[in-house]
């Protein structure tokens, strides 16, 4: 997963990982959540949006799956995770 560090009030940093469709956001707050079944059209429109926190709110929160990590997790295990394989 390649994770980058963004500019913004709300996110500080976005990874994605496209074979999974794992989209991994850490807020200013600390805060990480994984975001599941993300197209990658998805994740590219976030990294070029002028707003980050207002197109997270329009296009991605209530989107997708997701869950909070209290970590950083690998996106093979994040993903084994939501299909209850661990």
């Known amino acids: 997963m390649r994770v980058v560090a963004v500019e913004s009030s ?6 994605y990982d496209a074979i999974g ?8 707050n600390g805060a990480v959540y994984h975001y599941f ?3 990658a059209a998805v994740h590219q429109r976030l990294l070029s ?10 296009s991605i929160r209530g ?4 869950c909070q990590v209290s ?3 690998s996106a093979e295990h994040a993903i084994a995770v939501v ?4």
């Open 10 to 15: 709300t996110l500080a940093t976005v990874g």
């Open 21 to 28: 469709g794992l989209l991994q956001l850490e807020f200013r």
């Open 37 to 39: 079944g993300v197209p």
């Open 49 to 58: 949006a002028r707003s980050k926190g207002s197109f997270f709110n329009w």
């Open 63 to 66: 989107s997708f799956p997701y």
């Open 71 to 73: 970590e950083r997790l």
């Open 83 to 86: 299909q209850g394989q661990e």
